[in-house]
Each structure stands twice: as C-alpha cells, then as structure tokens.
C-alpha cells in the first residue's frame, strides 16, 4: 500500500501500489472535480500524466487547464492530434507548428504534392481530427533507450527529433503513440483524445492557426488577436535562424557541442543591434517631422529587458543628435505589500497599480531625476527596505544623509522642482552595508538626467 497526500483537498488516502493518478481522483473528489475537469497532475513536484503510477507514498497536486503546467500538457497533446490528422488526410504531407501567436498555435502545412493549402484542405484535416476526439483514442507512452528512439525517428524521417535526442544527454527517453504514429514530446500527454474538447483550426495566412481554450476559461476558446507586426517579427527570426542552420533546439546544441556558441551569441547581438539603429533613425525622422513625435512608450511582461532596451535606444538616439530623456517605470514600484495580486495569490507585476502613477508624471513632468549615491569605502552589501519621506539635497551632507538612513547606502530618486532638489515620499529599495570600523567617509555624488 501507498500513502497519497493530495495537495488541493489536504487530504491523505492509501491505495494499492501501481494506482493511476486518474483512478485516485474520485477519493479525493467524490462529488466531482469543481468548475473545470483535472487533466495532468504534479508528483512531488514533477508534471506527470494521469496513467501516471504510483508505487511508493507521494505528494500529488492535480491540474486542471488553469494552470501552466496543465496547459502545457493540454496543448502538446492538441499538437499531436493535429499532425497526425494531417498525416492521415495527405500522407506525403510535412506539418511544422510555427510558433505561438494570436492566441493559438501557427502551423505550415506542405502537402506532397507541391499546392497551396486551401480551406478545403483545413476543413478535412479538422474533420479527422473531430473523428480522432469523438473515438477517444488513447496517447499510449513507450520508455525506451536513446538510441532506439533515434533509430526509430531516423526511418520515419525526422532529422529535427534525431539531432534533439542525439544531444539530450539522457539514457532512456519517453515517445508517445497516436493510433500507431509515434512523436516525441518533453511534456506529458493526456490519457486520450476525449480530453481535447475545446479548439479550433482555421486557415490563416500561408498556413493554419490552432485555437486553443482561454487560460482563464477553458470551456471556452481564447480570443483570436490579429498581431500582424508580432508576426513579421517571428517570420524573419525563421528566416534568420535559416540562413545560420538553426531550425531546431537540436541544431542550436550541436553547434554548441562544435564550440559556436560564443558565435551565435555575437551574431544575435549584432542582429539586435542593427534593428536598435533602425528604430533610432526611424525616431529621428519623425521628431523632425512639422508634427514631431514626443514620447516614445516601451512595453512587455515584466523582467523582459524593457530598461536594458530604453539604455541601449538611448545610445542610438544621441548618436542621430536627439537628446533623449528616460525613466523606467521600475523606479515607481508601490511597496511589495500594495502590489496587486493573481487570483493564485502570486504578484501581478504587470498590473497598472504596481507603478504609483502620480510620481510617473511629475518625473515626466519635470523632464529631470536626481540620483544621490552614497557608497562606504569598505562597504559590505546586502539588500533591504526603508520608507523615507523628505530630504533637501541642496544642504546635505553625506554624514546627515548615512544618519538618516541608518548608515544605509542607498540609491535615492529625487525630483528636481524650481531648483530645488526634494525627495518624494516613497518607498525605497536600499543596500545595506556594515560601517568600517577604520573608515568613517562617506561620498554623494549628484547626477541628473
């Protein structure tokens, strides 16, 4: 017997060894699962299916489509629904699911005869995969050695899996089945295709586009949003990563395995770079324009290098002769206890209220920000918090400043207002150091923006 701590009920069961997750759930749910039906679960800690068996006590937490890791086997699983519908509509076919964009999935489907795809193709290959879900065929996992997995792949001719598990590293991989047709997916799988209740598939562009169901409602399908730029973007990465033999994770770990790896990075920064340049200029005819641009506006989830951009824009637009004046938004932080939470409790950083908007515009406002730095010659760091509500930096000394923080060092954002330099009321983020018993100086140095 195995004992089973179910994380979401707090609940502990024992059952016979070799329980599949799926035959645990009515104990811990007599009455039924809730609002959306349990499709993948964590084990210790580790996305498993549920044909997942237990053969020693464990810590469960089932997933529904809500969360990530669910999502994740949920649409992994519509991915190999489509490609073998695909397959069994056109058998010369090759399917290459794209990217994700538009709230979905972009696939390009080559059908061996050499035509265009049409919405008559799209509509056949939908219809077997609506056969496929109606029959609720099961994903069948195999655990085999490596290199029979590489051998399989290599005669059904799927270089992209080959060069993949030829630089995984690992001793036994999984592959997954589908009525006969095998493919290799890091991620878990539903138990079946009846799982797959929710999805569309349409024509778009040069290929097709697989709808999935919206994160926050999974009975329903997510929203389709044109982003024709967000497209262009991705179509010349494509490109790109063609002309430098990367078509796959696996290419990318052979050429690292080649010693190319500092290349690649080189290359990736120069290509960044080029287009950092062209945006300047392009910034740079419109200020010029008789209706010249003023602001320029810089967003993206947040730690995805908006502040490192902003800097390196920056650079460039000094370099066209503008004299650019940035501030980040991350100097406005509200306190991390006022920052507005997910309904899974964890902090919303791209939430609006996380900024205190009233400081943003008057920075903006007064187009300046002062920064007084204050460092102990022999400073040992570490981080910490402490609210500080006004001081005159005209007078300051840096021994007043060090008392006033407690002998904290600190980056101290301030406003320059009719001359004056005076500290808003915020709350900082500061480095703490421990004073040197043989040194008691300290600096401030004033930079403005």
């Known amino acids: ?30 009455e039924g699962t809730g609002s959306y039906p349990i499709i993948a679960a964590k084990v210790n800690n580790v996305c498993q299916g549920l044909k997942y068996r237990a053969f020693n006590s ?16 949920y649409c992994s699983s519509l991915c190999f629904l489509l490609c073998k ?11 290459v ?21 049409c919405q008559a193709d799209v509509d056949a290959v939908k219809a077997r995969m609506r056969e496929m879900v109606e029959a609720d065929m099961p994903f069948r996992r195999h655990e085999v050695r490596t290199g029979e997995a590489i051998e399989l792949f290599q005669r059904l001719g799927y270089p992209d899996k080959v060069s993949l598990l030829e630089t995984a590293g690992d001793v036994y991989v999984n592959y997954y089945t589908l009525d006969g047709t095998p493919d290799y997916y890091y991620e878990a799988l539903l138990p079946s295709t009846g799982f797959l209740k929710v999805w569309e598939l349409s024509l778009y562009r040069e290929g097709m586009i697989l709808r999935v169901p919206n994160r926050h409602k999974p009975e329903e399908l997510a929203p389709f949003v044109e982003q024709p730029k ?18 796959n994770v696996g290419d990318v770990n052979m050429a690292c395995r080649r010693g190319e790896a500092s290349d690649l990075i080189k290359i990736a920064e120069a290509l960044q770079e080029k287009k950092i340049v062209q945006i300047a200029e392009e910034i740079d005819r419109r200020v010029r324009q008789e209706d ?9 989830p947040s730690s995805s290098g908006k502040s490192t951009f902003c800097k390196r824009l920056s650079i460039q637009l000094k370099a066209c002769g503008l004299r650019p004046i940035s501030f980040s938004t991350d100097d406005y932080f509200v306190n991390r206890l006022d920052t507005p939470l997910l309904p899974d409790g964890s902090f919303d950083f791209d939430n609006f209220d996380t900024v205190v908007i009233e400081w943003v515009v008057r920075c903006s406002n007064h187009n300046t920000r002062v920064q007084a730095k204050l460092a102990d010659c022999e400073a040992e760091l570490g981080y910490g918090t402490q609210r ?20 904290h060092t600190r980056v101290v954002t301030a406003i320059v207002r009719d001359g004056n330099f005076d500290l808003l ?25």
């Open 292 to 300: 010249p641009v003023k602001l320029v506006l810089i967003t993206g």
């Open 388 to 407: 500080i509500e006004q001081i005159d930096l005209k007078t300051v000394r840096g021994e007043d400043i060090c008392h006033t923080l407690s002998e």
């Open 230 to 247: 967000t497209f262009e973007v991705f179509s010349e990465n494509l490109k790109w990563n063609s002309i430098m033999g990367l078509d």
């Open 58 to 73: 464990r810590q469960v937490e089932f997933l529904d489509y809500t969360s990530y890791a669910g999502r994740s086997v």
């Open 97 to 117: 699911l794209r990217r994700p964009i538009s709230k979905g999935y972009f696939c390009a489907l080559e059908k061996g005869d050499g035509t265009s795809l």
């Open 85 to 95: 519908a695909a397959k069994d509509v056109f058998p010369e076919c090759r399917i």
């Open 1 to 30: 017997m195995v004992n089973i701590f179910c994380i979401n009920t707090q609940q502990s069961c024992t059952f016979q060894e070799g329980t599949t997750l799926m035959d645990m759930i009515p104990s811990f749910y007599p």
């Open 425 to 449: 009321a915020c709350e900082v983020e500061f480095e703490v150091v421990r004073k040197s018993l043989s040194s008691s100086t300290y600096g401030v140095d004033i930079h403005t923006i």
